[in-house]
């Protein structure tokens, strides 16, 4: 993280600390319409025009560690198949037979030079080539080289896999402009995946995210708990320093309060010298700046993905919608590279208390879906601290076309002088 960036978010913290209101000038959010959450067209629009455009992550690079190695993968209600080629490159296909498509691999993961589906025993290369199928002689002029698998973007970020169904997507790197350049102080090509954890939510995608898209209700529903093992997790709301990012990306850092700087070792939250956490019990990536250290700092990733980094391994948080109303999210936690057995640190007491932390954030969805259908609930008004919130509806609309959405469904565009980078 470049040091301009870093002054520049102290800056923001001892402004946000000192602010008796919003900026000069800064817009009023009228209400969100909770048909956002609640309404089948918008939904299907989403689901239309909104996920197949987006960057999805799909994996680890480790996961297809050889030629020939492979992975299944249907988060976003697509089969995918994500396969390291001969040539060494890792491809994403549609899991799909191009003859009646039935899947061409069934199993989660594995390893094979020749893809054959079960059904019909079509068989493809690990480049997707279609290179034979049974009783060639009965098809009439079927041209093989126009059958070979669907295949998707795939690229690869600092080790984590992405796939973006639409052939004219920008870049991956470009799509994540500043969060790139500033998570590559996480080394993440030395990192290794730790654990992952599911839960169904019993709302809407957006509800959900929405939850770590902001902390006004930290101290409200997260309260301190000294068993966790994992410091104190106060958080001084008032100071949020918050960076809007073109293509729906964010920053959000918050400094801890008094209390918990003192249990940090810390003589100033706006003191990022310490380096907190360099000589603690969890292997350190030297890499990281001392703003993650002494600071809680997460970046969002559009459309449904935060990072709440930290110097000792963090987790991607990823939001998949099942239907209108329910959602799978994962919690998929990384850390620095130790090898076989188990990872250093006592790593079953921190997930415990980041299980903890996110089912009390969980333990408000499923209600707040259930209130939005309430007819007397019109919409969502939203403050200076909820504006990434904005940011990410604004963007949905970006990405479907506003025309494409019933006038009172739509939010209006009101941030666009307020990003950055």
């Not at 954030?361 to 990434?388: F, H, V």
Request: aromatic share 12%.
């Amino acid at each position: 993280m470049r040091q301009e960036i870093v002054d520049r978010v102290r800056a923001q913290i001892s402004y946000e600390l000192q602010r008796e209101g919003p900026p000069d000038g800064f817009p009023k959010f009228p209400d969100i319409p909770r048909e956002r959450y609640t309404n089948s067209e918008f939904y299907a629009l989403e689901k239309e025009l909104l996920w197949p455009k987006v960057w999805m992550y799909v994996g680890r690079v480790e996961d297809v560690p050889e030629a020939g190695s492979y992975f299944t993968w249907d988060d976003a209600g697509i089969p995918l198949l994500i396969v390291r080629g001969k040539d060494l490159k890792v491809r994403a296909f549609y899991n799909s037979c191009r003859h009646r498509g039935a899947p061409v691999v069934r199993d989660a993961c594995g390893k094979a030079s020749i893809l054959r589906c079960q059904y019909h025993s079509w068989a493809y290369d690990t480049q997707g080539h279609l290179v034979s199928y049974p009783s060639s002689r009965d098809f009439v002029d079927l041209i093989q080289s126009e059958r070979s698998l669907g295949e998707l973007r795939c690229e690869i970020f600092d080790g984590w896999i992405f796939v973006n169904q639409d052939p004219d997507a920008l870049p991956l790197v470009d799509f994540l402009g500043p969060v790139a350049d500033e998570l590559q102080q996480m080394d993440g090509n030395n990192l290794q995946f730790l654990d992952k954890t599911t839960y169904i939510i019993e709302a809407n995608w957006k509800v959900a995210i929405e939850a770590f898209l902001e902390v006004y209700h930290f101290p409200h529903i997260h309260k301190p708990r000294p068993d966790w093992g994992m410091g104190a997790f106060d958080l001084d709301i008032n100071g949020a320093a918050i960076d809007l990012m073109r293509h729906g990306q964010s920053r959000m850092v918050v400094p801890f309060t008094k209390p918990a700087q003192k249990l940090r070792g810390m003589k100033d939250g706006l003191d990022w010298d310490v380096g907190f956490g360099k000589d603690g019990p969890f292997p350190d990536i030297p890499s990281a700046n001392d703003m993650v250290r002494s600071t809680s700092l997460a970046y969002g990733v559009f459309p449904n993905m935060t990072i709440p980094v930290e110097a000792t391994g963090f987790p991607f948080l990823v939001f998949w919608p099942i239907d209108i109303r329910t959602t799978k999210f994962d919690v998929i936690h990384f850390a620095p590279k130790w090898g076989d057995g188990d990872p250093p640190g006592d790593w079953e007491t921190r997930l415990a208390g980041f299980d903890g932390i996110t089912k009390e954030d969980q333990a408000n969805m499923a209600p707040i879906q259930k209130s939005l259908e309430a007819p007397s609930n019109r919409g969502i008004p939203l403050n200076y601290q909820e504006r990434r919130i904005w940011h990410l509806h604004e963007q949905v609309d970006r990405v479907i076309g506003a025309e494409r959405i019933p006038t009172n469904l739509r939010v209006p565009e009101l941030l666009a002088d307020y990003i950055v980078g």
